[in-house]
């Protein structure tokens, strides 16, 4: 606030030093203004204070006021005229008076005024009107004190008679009569100071403030706050031409004169206040989000036009490949991506010489070499034509100097954690002002904010790319095809809690041509839950590969999670198919029904069965069912966070996943994607998904001969002359020398190695030709090095060498060992 014009004194007038007299015409008084903080501080000390009290604003801020303002003095008078103490006699000390040191140790919660003398220098004594005004509200602020030169206000109006009512009132609590001669010539000239306000507006104001004696400061349309009144304020057209005499003392960088230094330092103030508005605009505009293409955008439009025409990005590889925090410092030999590129020229005109997504190297000479590798702003007034080859010899055969020279340039780096992720380059055209100290320091202070938000990013995007990783590493990869059965699947990671989740899917084969379907959800989030689901994963694996039951499956998981602690649960549905039977056997623990699309008429049902308790319970039984299944039949299972969504019943899902399911698709993944569109963009979800559908395609009974072998070495024979026969009645001759080979081999080991029931071979024409052999002996068989004398050891080298795949597996009643060959197209 400044209330203070530059006037002469009138001849003979006694006042302290800058003193200035007060406008009789309009009432304009001179005030000083001294703000008081709660802790007795001065935190303002305006102009008018300076050459009332005659001492400059930096020696009074932060000091006590009651060392600047002396509190002993005279009380106010009670308004009389001259006789009253106020007006005439004065004691011997100085000060302000006890009413204003009331109000400074807070005891008073109203306003106050007095009137005193005070000494500013040893020869002058300045004759002060005072008021004090407590302040109320959130900030540190206590008190506002006003004060005037009430000694030069008399001798100005001694002998004006409008003037004359000023004097008398323009100390509150002396005089509150509203005989104002000039109160209606006031009324009228206060439109001219304040254009806003009426002349009827005007009038009440004034006979406001000649009755109530306190100053009224603002004024508003919709509300009248009693604050500071705007007097003395120097004309318009005089502030603005001082303002731009120190303005360009200061864009020149020349010493500005004494009588410019205020407009200065409140240019200077107001420069300082737009850097840091526009610091903060540029906080709140970046850093939306955690996605690293997004704010590297942001960050460069966040700065283009205000601050700089042109605004290019350059970030190491590692940060823009989302890996590790880059090490060392950066050398020649450092490859930096331009990733961004925000300018006001016309389109296109930089997209050919610089397009973005190019990687370079720069030299130690430039100075973009020097910004990366001292971590500090590079300013270049002016880009010379020198300095202009310099750059355009990196950009090979493009010529990018008419794009840089001329134009001044300030380079940024962008760091977190004291090491250089990128840096900024900015341009301004020529007709702009050069970038300056202050814009270095504004562009330091930006590239700063912008380096902890992308590194805020990168470490996001890393920490994603990771728990991509591992959760793709925990997902099986499900053949497309198996033994009478197509599959397809999906997974969705989580939204809101986290991208690493507990949700699985899996596919084992077992003996029989028959496929085991698992889909479990580990509840929670994170790696506790990835991990966990990991073990039980595992261990699902394992016991399908010794064809448990599912109940007894489940049962066994159970006792699993329990041994392996408390802290998670999970839901498990397990079914095995059986192509040859036609029948799924489903079991379920605590998991939500899968879905039965009908092939016959295309109609979805939920399979009915027992729900069960979560795994990790414990002490609670499992029950299976068995249900009949045509070929063309689809399965479909998944994890709750495919139909469950915050506030809505979980009915709604499951009814809209049997519509969408039911919906015709020309394939498996289709028909996974159908589904996916219509639950899995629902608003809300914020779960990880796994979804598992499978085409239960069967296996026709004359896809499928079994015998029964005796425990006799001679039955090997007949053994190969039956898979001889039969796959010449398949059609399949080709296949006849290898099959009988690896037949031989297997029936004999388990004729030799079975205890008392027969041996039994099957052979499966499916998707591939699959061979099985059961017998009752539960010890697995392994490969074996055979030396140049072992009579052994050389069967199942042979069955490896010859077969597609194969392998055995436990059974309840011992062992079944497969092994697979290849169709010929036509057949698959």
Same mark, same amino acid.
Do not use: C
């Given at each position: 606030m400044d209330h203070g014009t530059e006037r002469d004194a009138p001849p003979g007038h006694r006042a302290g030093p800058d003193t200035v007299p007060a406008?009789?015409?309009?009432?304009?008084?001179? #005030?000083?203004?001294?703000?008081?903080?709660?802790d007795g501080l001065v935190s303002h000390w305006s102009r008018g204070a300076r050459r009332l009290f005659a001492l400059p604003k930096e020696a009074a801020i932060g000091r006590p006021a009651l060392d600047l303002l002396p509190v002993s003095g005279v009380l106010p008078g009670d308004g009389t005229g001259d006789d009253d103490p106020a007006y005439g006699s004065y004691p011997d000390h100085d000060g302000l008076g006890p009413g204003l040191e009331s109000s400074l140790d807070g005891r008073l919660s109203y306003p106050s005024a007095g009137r005193a003398r005070l000494t500013v220098r040893a020869d002058a004594r300045v004759d002060v009107l005072w008021w004090a005004y407590p302040l109320v509200g959130p900030g540190p602020e206590r008190l506002l004190v006003l004060a005037a030169d009430a000694d030069g206000l008399r001798r100005d109006y001694a002998d004006d008679s409008a003037g004359a009512g000023v004097v008398e009132r323009i100390a509150p609590g002396f005089a509150l009569h509203t005989d104002f001669p000039g109160a209606d010539e006031l009324a009228r000239r206060l439109p001219e100071i304040l254009p806003s306000m009426?002349?009827?507006?005007?009038?009440?104001?004034?006979?406001?403030?000649?009755?109530?004696?306190?100053?009224?400061?603002?004024?508003?349309?919709?509300?009248?706050?009693?604050?500071?009144?705007?007097?003395?304020?120097?004309?318009?057209?005089?502030?603005?031409?001082?303002?731009?005499?120190?303005?360009?003392?200061?864009?020149a960088g020349e010493p500005v004169p004494e009588e410019l230094r205020d407009e200065a330092e409140d240019l200077e103030y107001a420069a300082v206040r737009e850097r840091l508005e526009f610091l903060n605009e540029v906080s709140g505009a970046i850093g939306t989000s955690l996605d690293l293409a997004q704010t590297i955008v942001e960050v460069s439009r966040a700065v283009v036009p205000r601050f700089t025409d042109v605004a290019g990005t350059y970030l190491r590889e590692q940060v823009v490949a989302g890996e590790g925090f880059p090490d060392g410092v950066p050398d020649t030999t450092t490859m930096w991506h331009r990733v961004a590129l925000e300018h006001t020229d016309?389109?296109?005109r930089w997209d050919d010489v610089v397009p973005v997504g190019e990687a370079m190297p720069f030299p130690a000479h430039t100075p973009f070499f020097q910004c990366m590798t001292s971590g500090e702003p590079v300013l270049v007034p002016r880009v010379t034509e020198e300095m202009g080859h310099a750059v355009a010899s990196q950009f090979e055969k493009r010529d990018i100097r008419p794009l840089i020279t001329g134009r001044s340039m300030l380079l940024v780096?962008?760091?977190?954690?004291?090491?250089?992720?990128?840096?900024?380059?900015?341009?301004?055209?020529?007709?702009r002002p050069v970038f300056n100290d202050m814009d270095r320091v504004t562009g330091a202070e930006l590239a700063a904010r912008a380096g902890l938000v992308l590194d805020n990013a990168r470490m996001y995007t890393h920490q994603e790319n990771v728990a991509e990783t591992l959760q793709d590493s925990m997902l099986p990869h499900i053949p497309a095809r198996m033994a009478g059965c197509d599959i397809a699947t999906r997974y969705l990671p989580g939204t809101l809690l986290g991208r690493v989740g507990g949700d699985w899917f899996d596919s084992v084969k077992l003996p029989g041509a028959r496929t085991a379907l698992v889909v479990g959800d580990v509840m929670g989030h994170g790696l506790g839950s990835a991990a966990m689901m990991g073990q039980l994963r595992t261990a699902v694996q394992t016991m399908a590969g010794l064809d448990l039951p599912p109940a007894r499956l489940l049962r066994n998981l159970d006792d699993l999670a329990q041994r392996l602690g408390d802290t998670h649960l999970a839901t498990c549905l397990y079914a095995v198919y059986d192509p040859v039977a036609g029948e799924l056997h489903l079991a379920n623990a605590g998991h939500i029904p899968p879905v039965l699309v009908r092939a016959e008429d295309g109609a979805s049902e939920l399979i009915d069965l027992p729900t069960g308790a979560p795994i990790g319970v414990g002490e609670v039984p499992f029950e299976s069912v068995r249900v009949p299944v045509s070929p063309g039949d689809r399965l479909v299972m998944c994890t709750d966070g495919l139909v469950e969504v915050r506030g809505e019943d979980?009915?709604?899902?499951l009814a809209t996943l049997c519509e969408s399911a039911a919906h015709p698709a020309a394939s498996m993944d289709d028909a996974c994607d159908t589904i996916i569109r219509a639950l899995g963009t629902r608003g809300g979800r914020k779960d990880d998904v796994a979804l598992l559908m499978a085409r239960l395609n069967g296996i026709e009974p004359d896809a499928v001969a079994e015998w029964r072998i005796a425990r006799d070495p001679a039955e090997v024979g007949r053994a190969r002359a039956a898979v001889r026969e039969q796959l010449h009645d398949w059609g399949l001759p080709k296949l006849a020398g290898p099959a009988e080979l690896m037949v031989s081999e297997l029936v004999t080991n388990a004729v030799?190695?079975?205890?008392?029931?027969?041996?039994?071979?099957? #052979?499966?024409?499916?998707?591939?030709?699959l061979c099985e052999v059961d017998d009752d002996d539960h010890d697995l068989p392994a490969l074996r090095s055979a030396g140049p004398e072992d009579e052994t050891g050389r069967g199942l080298r042979v069955v490896s060498t010859l077969a597609r795949a194969w392998g055995a597996s436990r059974t309840g009643a011992g062992k079944t060992v497969w092994c697979e060959l290849t169709l010929p197209a036509r057949y698959r």
């Open positions: 406008d009789p015409v309009t009432g304009r008084v001179p #005030l000083a203004v001294v703000v008081v903080d709660r009426s002349v009827g507006e005007s009038a009440r104001i004034v006979a406001q403030v000649l009755e109530l004696g306190y100053p009224v400061l603002e004024f508003s349309q919709n509300d009248r706050v009693p604050v500071t009144p705007d007097w003395g304020v120097p004309r318009r057209a005089e502030r603005r031409a001082r303002r731009e005499r120190a303005a360009r003392a200061l864009a016309e389109p296109g780096p962008l760091k977190a954690r004291n090491v250089v992720l990128g840096f900024m380059i900015l341009l301004r055209h020529p007709e979980i009915g709604v899902g030799r190695h079975s205890h008392a029931r027969p041996v039994e071979l099957r #052979l499966v024409r499916a998707d591939t030709l």
